[in-house]
């Protein structure tokens, strides 16, 4: 699925990330080497870090609906914004075709 991330310096890069492989946008970021190595999916996925927090910047690609974890991860995050998800929480699916996410300061 064609998605575009927007790394820490802000720059952007065009992935096309595999949705046959069950992975998360995190997966992906760190498989593509968007950060430099351990500065996300530091709890390994689990909702319990916020190293993995983005913003999504487009609004015409629906994601699955945040769950109780995802939220509670994020009241206590820092530079929480109202388009703030935690990336280890959204699978790469077909669904995310033309996605753009852009990723959270390092914290
Ligand atoms: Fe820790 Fe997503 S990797 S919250």
Known sequence: ?????IDRDG???DVAAPTDMAMSLMEVIRAY???PEGTIGICGG????A???C???????ALPE???DEEAMLDEAYNVKP???LSCQIPATDDLEGLVIELAPES
Do not use: D, G, K, P
């Open 1 to 5: 699925v064609n998605i575009t991330i």
């Open 11 to 13: 720059v952007s890069h």
């Open 33 to 35: 080497e968007l950060v």
């Open 46 to 49: 689990l909702a319990m870090c």
């Open 51 to 53: 190293s993995c927090q």
């Open 55 to 61: 913003y999504v910047i487009s609004e015409n690609v």
């Open 66 to 68: 945040m769950q109780v």
């Open 83 to 85: 388009n703030s998800r």
